[in-house]
């Protein structure tokens, strides 16, 4: 008896959970959206972010993304399904900005070995297996 009450608890939850986390990454909020970078994650090292400078936005249609690293204008592929995001083939305009050049490059690094995604209030959290490495808060939040 005691089994089958564990079972169902734990059934309720999992079915809880992912309603839950589809609720969190309907697809449709993470478009037409200013995502201005707040945090970055390294090695367990929190990274504040103090510019409005660097953001990306995503268009469905091209499936695309792009923004501004800091210093430079960039864009990419990208693929979403589900929580899982890919973005692919990121490029670059080349000029170099001594102050925030280091940020950037770890950006958009990070941004190539995304995996997954998730939409919590007016952040986007883009994680990398799991480990949540990028954090942003949509413009005017």
Do not use: H, P
């Amino acid at each position: 008896m005691n089994l089958i009450m564990l079972l169902k608890t734990i059934v309720l939850f999992t079915l809880s959970g992912f309603n839950v986390q589809q609720e969190k990454n309907s697809d449709s909020s993470i478009y037409d959206t200013k995502w201005v970078l707040k945090k970055i994650y390294v090695e367990n090292e929190l990274k504040e972010v103090n510019t409005t400078s660097i953001f990306i936005r995503f268009n469905k249609e091209n499936n695309s993304a792009g923004g501004k690293g800091g210093c430079n204008s960039y864009g990419s592929s990208v693929t979403i399904e589900g929580d899982e995001i890919k973005f692919k083939s990121i490029f670059s305009t080349k000029m170099y900005c001594e102050q925030i050049q280091e940020t950037e490059n770890l950006y958009l690094g990070l941004l190539g070995q995304a995996t997954n995604y998730a939409l919590r209030d007016n952040e986007l959290q883009i994680f990398v297996n799991e480990k949540t490495f990028l954090v942003f808060e949509k413009e005017g939040e």
